[in-house]
């Protein structure tokens, strides 16, 4: 078990120079615990779908180079700052991607993903929080490290663990960007829920996450046979397909209604999609929307409908710490289940060298429960 003396001089990390060159595995200085930090291990990294589309540039997310990127984790504490009253070295924890401005949580980013909007959140990027999960070690900031009940989650069922692996537990972070927007607009025991994209990474664990809470779904989606997998999953899942008809995919919604809530977790590409409005003409009076996709620009909205039906439409970035702990508790307390529970697998694990192919299965198993991890 790690400890800080016994932390190695130089840990391997990968890391990005320019995006025109690749990414490199480099030899670094293991980050040392301070003050308001830990140093975490990492076991298993979050690799999304369109991690390759943001590391070439695809996908304009500024970052200040060079930098090591990376997702939310699943670690263990390796050495710890004077300042931590609850974490001690070995302890496996969750690390959380979201890092907030500590004199200012309105300030937020995405450590090794994207810098955020603000000078504030690019200061915090540029000239601390900076390098994230693909390497050995990272200096995590104390508010970002969540500790784990490991002998509940990886223990034995016959001894009362619920057996799951490490890699079951990174699904977490799947399930938790769903869950900030969830929350937001407060999803009830026994309201319908529309899930649209329903079929990609975040969209299914939408779904598995509505269900565990008590909801009944409506998922909707381009592609037919990912939604028929989706509805042999579950009596409580039906089905609609897009089919560019406003009209016709409103009416076919409504057959599941009364809908309570519209989830919107739109990539870039579907910025001119229907559903988004035929989503909104669909729900019932009173109803809510989540707005939570990758839609960077402007898209047109149903005004009248909107308030004529005293509809409220919600923004969420990401969630709250308070959503953390929440859905942690879900987990170890059996309501929200991983793995082979809720049909979530891992299709691939790669180390930092193998970072291509990591990047290439996680663009290739994007549907129901399929996840991608880096194991540094
Ligand atoms: N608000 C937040 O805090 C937050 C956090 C994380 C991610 N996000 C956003 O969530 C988005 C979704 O992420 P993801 O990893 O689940 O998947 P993704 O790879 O970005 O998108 C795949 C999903 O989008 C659908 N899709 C693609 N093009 C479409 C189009 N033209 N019309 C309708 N649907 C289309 C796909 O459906 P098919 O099966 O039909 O191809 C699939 O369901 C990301 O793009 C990201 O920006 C937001």
Known sequence: MASESSLPPTHRALVLRSLDSPLKVESLATPKATSGNVVVQVL????????????????????????????SAIGRIAAVGPDSTVFTPGQLVLVDVMVRARDDTSISYLIGIHNGFSNGSVKLATDEWRDATYAEYEKVPLENCYA???????????????????DDLLYIHRLLVPFGGFRDVDLKVGETILICPATGPYGTAAVSLALALGANVVAMGRNAQVLEKLAATSDKIKTVQITGD????????????????????????????????????????????????????DISIPYGAIMFNDLK???????????????????????????????????????????????TAAKENAGPGQYVVIAP
Request: net charge neutral; charged share 20%.
């Open 246 to 297: 406003v009209e016709n995919d409103t009416s076919a919604i409504k057959k599941f209604g009364p809908i309570d809530v519209f989830f919107d977790i739109s990539p870039p590409m579907a910025a001119s999609s229907t559903h988004i409005k035929s989503g909104i003409l669909s729900l019932a009076h009173s109803g809510r929307v989540s707005l939570m996709g990758g839609i960077a620009g």
């Open 313 to 359: 439409l919600h923004g969420k970035f990401m969630y709250e710490r308070k959503d953390i702990r929440m859905l942690i508790k879900m987990v170890e307390s059996g309501v929200m289940g991983l793995g082979q529970k809720i049909g979530a697998r891992v299709e691939g694990k790669f180390g930092l060298e193998e970072w291509d192919q990591a990047f």
């Open 44 to 71: 298993a990294a979050n690799v999304l779908s369109y991690g390759r589309e943001i590391l070439d540039g695809t996908r304009p997310y500024p970052y200040p180079k060079p930098y090591t990127p990376g997702g």
């Open 148 to 166: 784990l009940d490991e002998a509940r989650l990886l223990g034995d069922p016959a001894s009362g663990g619920l057996g799951y692996s490490v």
